[in-house]
């Protein structure tokens, strides 16, 4: 009976250890259903701080089709953070598919440890060297908990040395100039086919068409053009990148 219980008392040992174990590892989360660039797990930006950071990357992501996500955790639990970073990347598949262009900046807070990394496509461009001397440059604002005008800088940093890469081969511009022009022709067709029948007065017809419809057209167009579908469209990580204490 006594080694029974002394088996026993072993397994329960064993499993309790194991528990522990397991629960001081950090998790990386699901793919939440639409990725957003921030996300604060540590509660140390405020509403407006993660609401504006989101707009800026959101409209960056747009104009250049790079992804950054910015990832704040209360603690690594031991865990490398050049390793968890790019982990997190693959796992969330931050970048496009075919351009590996997304960067995870990480930020733990107790282990004031900060970690950027690389997709592939945007190492020739945010090398090693350039996040170590970037990191260098916003380490005396973490230092004073300043992280929202830490990241602030880093993102300045980023976009200035990435300059025009990966800029978005679909010009705006143009796109909105050819769907005026096939909406021009639709209204002269059917102003011209009204006019021919006699059904409505001219006068009339300018007014509903060019008061009314084109201004619901060029909203609904400019609607759609502000529209956010997430990121994580299959970027792969291991491009490289740094770590540093604060």
């Given at each position: 009976m006594k080694k029974i219980l002394k088996e026993i008392s072993k397994i329960l040992l064993i499993l309790l250890i194991f528990t522990n174990f397991v629960q001081g590892q950090l998790n990386i989360p699901d793919n939440p259903k639409k990725i957003y660039p921030v996300y604060d797990y540590a509660g140390v930006l405020s509403h407006p701080q993660i609401q504006k950071l989101n707009e800026r990357l959101i409209q960056y992501s747009k104009k250049t089709s790079t992804e950054i996500l910015i990832s704040i955790v209360p603690d690594l639990y031991g865990e490398d953070p050049n390793f968890l970073a790019s982990?997190?990347?693959?796992?969330?598949?931050?970048g496009k598919k075919y351009k590996n262009n997304g960067i995870i900046i990480l930020l733990s807070i107790n282990d004031k440890k900060i970690s950027i990394q690389n997709g592939y496509g945007i190492e020739p461009y945010l090398t090693d060297f350039t996040t170590r001397r970037l990191i260098q440059k916003i380490k005396p604002l973490l230092k004073k908990n300043l992280y929202y005008e830490a990241i602030d800088i880093s993102l300045k940093e980023i976009f200035r040395t990435m300059k025009n890469e990966y800029i978005n081969k679909e010009n705006?511009?143009?796109?909105?100039s050819k769907w005026n022009l096939a909406f021009s022709i639709s209204v002269f067709l059917i102003m011209f086919f009204f006019l021919y029948k006699k059904v409505i007065d001219p006068t009339s017809l300018l007014n509903i068409l060019f008061l009314t419809n084109i201004t619901n057209?060029?909203?609904?167009?400019?609607?759609n053009e502000d529209s956010f579908d997430g990121f994580g469209e299959g970027g792969n990580f291991g491009g490289g990148g740094s770590c540093e204490n604060w």
């Amino acid at each position: 009976m006594k080694k029974i219980l002394k088996e026993i008392s072993k397994i329960l040992l064993i499993l309790l250890i194991f528990t522990n174990f397991v629960q001081g590892q950090l998790n990386i989360p699901d793919n939440p259903k639409k990725i957003y660039p921030v996300y604060d797990y540590a509660g140390v930006l405020s509403h407006p701080q993660i609401q504006k950071l989101n707009e800026r990357l959101i409209q960056y992501s747009k104009k250049t089709s790079t992804e950054i996500l910015i990832s704040i955790v209360p603690d690594l639990y031991g865990e490398d953070p050049n390793f968890l970073a790019s982990k997190w990347g693959n796992k969330w598949h931050i970048g496009k598919k075919y351009k590996n262009n997304g960067i995870i900046i990480l930020l733990s807070i107790n282990d004031k440890k900060i970690s950027i990394q690389n997709g592939y496509g945007i190492e020739p461009y945010l090398t090693d060297f350039t996040t170590r001397r970037l990191i260098q440059k916003i380490k005396p604002l973490l230092k004073k908990n300043l992280y929202y005008e830490a990241i602030d800088i880093s993102l300045k940093e980023i976009f200035r040395t990435m300059k025009n890469e990966y800029i978005n081969k679909e010009n705006k511009k143009n796109h909105f100039s050819k769907w005026n022009l096939a909406f021009s022709i639709s209204v002269f067709l059917i102003m011209f086919f009204f006019l021919y029948k006699k059904v409505i007065d001219p006068t009339s017809l300018l007014n509903i068409l060019f008061l009314t419809n084109i201004t619901n057209l060029i909203k609904k167009s400019s609607d759609n053009e502000d529209s956010f579908d997430g990121f994580g469209e299959g970027g792969n990580f291991g491009g490289g990148g740094s770590c540093e204490n604060w």
